[in-house]
């Protein structure tokens, strides 16, 4: 019997150490940008107690049905190039907390890898909540026999997010997962009233620990209102805002993703 | 007397904010030492636990409960005025354990914490539910990172958009305090990076002020409540 991860060609992990540096907010970008150069994509939305996949894709309403070979992802929109799985939509009220312990979110969890009936993708793309706990650890034993590409590490600049993002880089040197590269977000904002640039969250971190590790660096992520703005809407922020300060990062990153899977795969 | 007590165990980030990176945990025969900031301020963290700064706690949730009453049970605090408690996103094994093993000393509350957009106070209904569920009451919440002030012209933008009307929206609808507002202020990362204290560092700062309001009014709720509990006695 075919799993329903055998016409995935590529996974990757999306990790952080630290909490809140837009591990989900990288995740969809890169999705969007792959779908842009016309790839298909999923995500597999891990974080069972803080799922942000599906608001960001606008689907927050849409409920999860059922197929022969187990539950069918959550289509974006009609192209159905991007499609999600999350425990988001498989509460019954928003506002529910899941307020579970580890063995019961490691259930869900292999179900989540198991079952979902992702058909052909090029990319699955698992976003994690932050830390190196039940979640991580089921993940990656889960995924292991597929072989997953690597993982892309979020980090903002300051040195107390950076201090999370080594524990991380530890995490997948024991675990065995490949470090794809390290992402620095939130690094500098411009405000848009004068132009000045105002490195809020520090500067450097991200590209310091890269150095230092021996690990790629696939960019700065500004600080981009619009994209924050995007993502509280649903919206697709790479259709719509070429021209915003986040946009050619965001572009780069998927572009060594890309570039890099031959490399990677074999 | 105050406690800090850090049961992020995957991400442990108060010792570098307290500049206390590098300290190591002391037993004696009365338990575990906290590491004391000041006299008056001591703090305890797995932070201390750990020889390098890239060792990471790859653990399942059983062990981090674990660690999480040896650290209530075994840790000398002496007399304390405030416990407080650092806990890592989530509604899991770490916030299920700490109300549990804390409920026969009494807990006064919970501060929560969101950023002022959607995508953070979804998750942030969620952990009230959570204090509703395990009866733990919600003191407040403290929108951070509300509005941005540019250093040179002076306009504000809203990095975080308040898109759904922002923490202040949120409480009216769930009928919890709103605590207070601390905006974005690049002092303060740096302040944390280097372990000194912001409120030292930069007195001045609106962030400061906010800070300092938001703690007043914890105080005076505590105070408040305490004055009921003895009342009730």
Redesign the interface.
């Known amino acids: 019997e075919r799993s329903n991860l055998a016409g995935v060609r590529h996974i990757l992990l999306v990790l952080s150490?630290?909490?809140?540096v837009g591990k989900?907010t990288i995740s969809t970008q890169l999705a969007l940008v792959l779908r842009h150069s016309g790839k298909k994509v999923g995500i597999l939305d891990v974080d069972l107690?803080?799922p942000?996949i599906p608001?960001?894709f606008r689907v927050q309403d849409n409920n999860v049905h059922q197929c022969d070979s187990g539950w069918v992802p959550v289509f974006v929109d009609q192209d159905k190039s991007i499609s999600l799985m999350s425990i988001g939509f498989l509460l019954e009220k928003?506002?529910?907390?899941?307020?579970?312990?580890?063995?019961k979110?490691?259930a869900l969890i292999k179900q989540f890898v198991a079952d979902v009936a992702w058909g052909d993708l090029d990319f699955l793309i698992v976003d994690t909540?932050?830390?190196?706990?039940?979640e991580?650890?089921s993940t990656v034993e889960a995924l292991r026999p597929y072989k997953p590409l690597g993982a892309i590490l979020v980090t903002t600049p300051?040195?107390?997010a950076v201090?999370?993002v080594?524990?991380?880089?530890?995490?997948c040197k024991?675990?065995g997962l490949r470090v794809l590269g390290i992402v620095e977000n939130m690094s500098g904002?411009v405000?848009?009233?004068?132009s000045?640039c105002?490195?809020?969250?520090?500067k450097g971190g991200g590209e310091e620990l890269a150095k230092h590790t021996g690990v790629p660096f696939l960019g700065c992520v500004p600080?981009d209102?619009q994209l924050?703005?995007s993502?509280?809407?649903g919206r697709d922020f790479i259709q719509e805002f070429p021209k915003s300060s986040a946009f050619p990062a965001l572009v780069h990153i998927a572009q060594q993703i890309s570039d890099g899977t031959s490399q990677w795969s074999s | 007397q105050v406690a800090l007590l850090d049961i992020d165990?995957?991400?442990p980030?108060i010792p570098?904010?307290m500049g206390l990176e590098g300290e190591q945990v002391h037993q004696s025969g009365s338990g575990w030492s906290p590491v004391y900031v000041e006299e008056n301020l001591g703090v305890m963290s797995v932070g201390f636990l750990l020889s390098s700064?890239?060792?990471?706690?790859?653990?399942?949730?059983?062990k981090?409960n674990g660690l999480i009453k040896q650290f209530l049970r075994d840790v000398d605090w002496g007399e304390i005025d405030y416990l407080i408690v650092d806990t890592?996103?989530?509604?899991?094994?770490e916030?299920?354990s700490i109300v549990q093993y804390l409920s026969a000393a009494h807990i006064d509350g919970a501060v929560i914490i969101t950023?002022p957009?959607?995508?953070?106070l979804?998750?942030v209904?969620?952990?009230i539910?959570?204090c509703h569920?395990?009866k733990l009451p919600v003191i407040g919440v403290v929108e951070n990172m509300s509005g941005?002030v540019?250093?040179?012209?002076k306009?504000e933008?809203?990095?975080?958009?308040p898109?759904?009307g922002g923490a202040e929206k949120m409480c009216q609808n769930l009928n919890v305090s709103l605590l207070g507002k601390v905006p974005?202020d690049?002092q303060i990362?740096?302040s944390?990076?280097k372990g000194q204290s912001f409120l030292s560092e930069a007195p001045d700062s609106p962030a400061t002020l906010s800070y300092r309001n938001i703690i007043q009014r914890i105080q005076e709720y505590c105070d408040q409540h305490h004055f009921q509990k003895e009342k009730i006695i």
Do not use: Y
């Open positions: 150490g630290k909490g809140g989900s107690c803080g942000s608001r960001m928003p506002d529910d907390a899941v307020v579970w312990r580890g063995p979110k490691n909540p932050p830390g190196t706990s039940d991580h650890i300051q040195a107390v201090g999370d080594r524990r991380e880089l530890t995490f024991k675990t904002f405000c848009p009233h004068c000045e105002t490195n809020i969250f520090s600080l209102p924050s703005q993502l509280e809407e | 165990i995957c991400g980030s570098k904010m700064p890239d060792d990471a706690v790859i653990w399942r949730g059983p981090k890592p996103p989530g509604t899991s094994d916030h299920l950023t957009q959607e995508v953070s979804q998750d209904r969620k952990e539910n959570f569920k395990v941005f540019c250093p040179k012209c306009n933008s809203q990095i975080f958009p898109t759904t974005l690049p990362g740096k944390c990076d």
